[in-house]
């Protein structure tokens, strides 16, 4: 089987440099081009310097589309629609961005909201997918199954914490090694961008929803993974709750329901999602432990290409977890 | 003036170190002794390490009740207790208990609950204090202005992180290094036993209050402070909520309210706690940041301790924070 | 092409972890079973927590040796002779000792020191392998091609800071998160017993060296690998120097010599040694870092066990890096 | 007694936010103003925000020498020269110097290098003086009273690991949570510009001393704290040596030998040095643990300021270690 030829567009920042580490050992994918305009000419092991002896490739100055079968987008938020309109990008080109310029429904947007778990039909015929943030997959995992029987009858109650790796690599005072080492801090409580698309898929699956998302997001003193508590009432049993969601994820190869409490390094260096249910009073809690990087980004976004291409969702995606 | 002679019991433990380190610089007290079964006849210093030229101290076997004005009972949950039904403490030998025995009211049990931002009046007069928990300390301070106010009408959603050192030093799987560095996990979640001392305080402002407090503890991947969050229903506006705040906490000298997110890192090694309040739609947020083992342990056990004295509160307590 | 059967004695541990981690996907090898004492019985996903959903195998009491190729010793330093010499171990299964039972040469000890850019060809026809130290891995790695060409003149000077796991998962007072999260420690400073497999080694190539090597061991605050640095007097030019690290590497596929300052991430989760050289006067300055659990043990077991069966030696050790 | 008056110039930095935690609650000192260009007209709390509740100073745009008795400089490499030169200090107005500027003697500079357990009576007497910097400063205790004794006869071998705080608050590469997080690097290696200082000193006491300083600085996972190792041939006893050490420091007061090898937690927060004497071979090694910031920046140089002002050394001086 010819390969799929893989292009990423913006290949000196964190989302891209976890593209290539799974590319490069993807048995049904190829790196066609790793387009940098900062880094143009410059072999990509100096930037990712973790690649030494594992690619020679050089980052190029312009995508080639004519020898690719999808592009990833991995420019940062804002970059992505620009880039989509002032390119000229074949058709037959699918297109995978790792922004948020796409994922909300919206007059002339054709890309898919790449949830597989929520849409995985819907992105197999799809020529264009948003691939989710990583504080809403971790939440709308959380939350699917209930909205999907329309369970959510009450306010959800949701507080994120992620590693630092999610805010990117420019240096900024909150990714100051001596402020952030040993730190706990809250930001964006109740306002963070990413309850749009939670919303938006709460109410695709339960349209009656309308009952408030109240999310505290805070930064963690790791670099990788995000953990997340929800809770909202719930009338049924314990069983009956665990039952729905195993249920619900059967057929999802990377969700996972768990009788313990997890902890983040359960899933870090892996596409996997954990969760964990307790019933406590009126109050169903679903926790979830996920990898920002790759179930929150990178590792979705292969999962997504795969399922464009037809092939298993896992092909690629078996990663050998970091564990400590 | 004579200095006040403290004796500590249970001296080789996280918060009889951290005591230690306070009282041997506290210009109104000395350290008379400090008990260890298991150290006995050893230097302090070989135990806590950090204390090498800062004092020749040695633990002893057995307490001298004869020659102090107070003890600290450091033994952990459970001991203090036994301790106390099973020694002749004389009545001129005021008592601080830094575990939970005490902290609920029952008959019979006359410690009077050691927070200052709640009790002090009683505190000045008592002779038997029972120092606050950690958590609960942290989760308190971001209520009781509208407990006292009686304007707490909806549920508590509660939910903080520690440090490691929360945990004391017994060795377990979860303050394994290799296990808890890099990592964010919950545990307990609304089956805290915090949540006893937390509820007995808010009905004792508000008797009315009979809404639920869903709490989630997390452990997080540092070694000293406690973030919080928490948000309830509130018809007030934010301005309303800071005034009522700054108010209550006015002759309160360790609880400041300030305009911006707090960080666990400007609270470590001060008996401090810095809040922050904001209001979302409905709901009053109220974040906390302490550190769990001088505010919410031995800093406040000192606090309470020149309470009893009748010591300006903050007097050995202007510690040098280490802010990174 | 049959697969290569694999038991791994000693489940429960880091080490036996690390090596389902990798023959879980490895194309040409598959677990035939996992032997615990401990934990016989219970699934593989309750001890090693981020399997759950990678893995349903349960723990065996008992090796079943009729029906594997190769078993993997990771019971930990002087059990593994004493399993040995315990169990008719069937002459057709070859053996991996993670242990130091067998690294240094003695009357009757026919196990291969397994180090592949040592003893390559030697590994590729021995029944058994001694898998060595992990601190010895990445020691050894910087002066290799000088002793095999004979050039150390002078001492070797030697440290290294080593990460967490390096030390197992017994919890013991320096491996509890309090002490260790943001500390610095020797341990063992000139007298760390993998002196005596590096010295071994430097021998076997330079039978003339005589000379200290002064090595002072230091526990970092990370979990997972070891930075190396060696100087020692070398008379020619640094790129003298390079070029024979170069050519000695040349083979060896997880080596690299790389022109910048590495650092430990660069290697964390996968099985490479990336080396630095430079010159300062008179002395010669060789950086390693390497992953203690995979270069520094499971990984390069698994090489020797490619090596073993005539693979290539990169099979099943393509891994993701973590990176952050 | 009047008060010192101090001020400080450049109080928007790391060392700056330090003196000011130390001087505010120092007994015989007092701030007289906190200068900083870019914050002027701001809180000294918005800046170092653990300061909240602890003054309300506002940083000021220029100095006022009328009303102070000594000035600590720290803006930085190159910047005190520069500052010194273009203000018209007035001579009653004392010096205390943290950047590398007048470290190294030279015509016409004036300043005394100032390590009190080097140079305690010269600093007395001074005008002006330069605070050693932190690598030095942790070095050079390791090897004072050697040479003092004329006993350096071989080479050095230092290796030390410092926190990051050392380098400063400016975001780089380098400082970013998400690279340094769990990472080792070394960085100038053989090379780093404090050699320059610790070979002065060792010079001044030991005129004869001629070989190299061989100095591998690493870059540790840490905020706080620097761990040096350093050896070199000794021809006397363990015993002999631990004496010649004691007698050294016996009238410096936050200098301590001890008997266990001793970790950087153990100093945090404070300003002490411990020391830790090995014999192995015909080396001695002698380690170190300091704090960076502390006794190698602003805790040395509010020493210098009592010694300067005939206080006693200690005086404000009596920290909390953090411990953990």
């Not at 997918?129 to 909205?147: D, E, K, M, R, S």
Request: proline share 4%; charged share 15%; with cysteine.
């Amino acid at each position: 089987m010819t390969k799929i030829r893989t292009g990423i567009i913006g290949g000196a920042g964190y989302t891209a440099g976890e593209l290539i580490r799974i590319l490069m050992y993807h048995p049904q994918a190829e790196l066609a081009f790793v387009q940098s305009s900062s880094n143009a000419g410059n072999p990509i092991f100096e930037v990712h310097r973790d690649l030494v002896g594992d690619t020679d490739l050089v980052f190029v100055a312009d995508p080639d589309f004519a020898n690719c079968d999808v592009i990833f987008l991995c420019m940062g938020h804002g970059k992505s629609k620009e880039f989509v309109q002032s390119n000229d990008i074949p058709a037959s080109v699918k297109i995978i961005d790792l922004s948020h310029d796409y994922r909300l429904k919206s007059e002339g947007n054709d890309f898919v909201y790449g949830l597989p778990e929520l849409n995985r039909d819907l992105i197999r015929g799809a020529a264009h997918v948003a691939n989710p943030g990583c504080f809403a997959t971790g939440i709308q995992l959380t939350v699917l199954p209930l909205a999907a029987a329309g369970l959510l009858t009450g306010e959800l109650h949701v507080h994120a914490i992620t590693g630092s790796t999610g805010a990117g690599q420019a240096p900024s005072k909150t990714s100051h090694f001596s402020w952030r080492n040993s730190n706990v801090s809250v930001y964006k409580a109740f306002e963070h961008q990413h309850l749009g698309e939670i919303t938006q898929s709460v109410k695709q699956l339960q349209p009656s929803f309308h009952k408030a998302i109240n999310f505290i997001p805070v930064r963690g003193n790791h670099t990788r993974g995000i953990f997340v508590s929800t809770y909202t009432e719930y009338t049924g049993t314990i069983e009956e709750a665990i039952q729905l969601y195993e249920t619900y994820y059967a057929s999802h190869p990377f969700v996972f329901v768990t009788g313990e409490n997890p902890d983040v390094k359960q899933v870090v260096n892996t596409n996997k999602a954990i969760l964990h249910l307790e019933k406590h009073g009126n109050k169903l809690m679903i926790l979830s432990v996920t990898d920002n990087l790759l179930k929150g980004a990178s590792g979705q976004a292969v999962q997504n290409m795969n399922i464009l291409f037809g092939l298993d969702e896992k092909t690629g995606l078996n990663l050998k977890p970091v564990s400590f």
